[in-house]
Structure formats: C-alpha cells, structure tokens
C-alpha cells in the first residue's frame, strides 16, 4: 500500500509539472498564431501532463519500494 500511496502522490506532482511546463514550452515552440494560448493550454492538460503522471506513478512506485523495516529492498546478493 504505501507503494501505491507514494506513487499517487508523484502522479499528481508530476502531472502539475508536465501540465503547466509542457503548456509554456508548447506556447514558446507553437508557430500557431491565431490561438497559441489555447493550443499551449490544450496540449499542457491533456498531452504533457498525462505522459508526466505515468512517468511520475512509475518514479514514485520506484521510490516507495522499501519493506517494513524502512530500508530499501536488495536486487542483488552481496
């Protein structure tokens, strides 16, 4: 549970970030001249932010991964 827990809060911080930084990049590259601002817009919420979250759920899944006793899970043999 609290791997999923992590991850969701990841998804939302990753989600704001791709939304709004994806919206600004896409306003500056956009050579669209009638409605940039609404394309920028369009393209944050519903293009760059959802790519972000599942980036973010999958980063925040990864960085949940410890095991009751708080350390990090070993991969490998030592």
């Known amino acids: 549970m609290r791997r999923i827990g ?6 939302v911080g ?3 970030l791709g939304a709004f930084g994806g919206g600004f990049l896409t306003s500056i590259i956009s050579s669209n001249q009638h409605d940039r601002d ?3 817009m369009m393209a944050g919420a519903f293009f760059w932010g959802p790519i972000a979250a599942i980036i973010g759920l999958g980063g925040g ?3 949940g991964r410890r095991n009751e006793s708080g350390t ?6 030592e």
Do not use: P, R
């Open 6 to 11: 992590i991850g969701c809060l990841w998804t």
């Open 14 to 16: 990753a989600y704001l």
């Open 38 to 40: 609404l394309e920028a």
């Open 61 to 63: 899944i990864w960085i």
């Open 72 to 77: 990090t899970t070993q991969t490998h043999a």
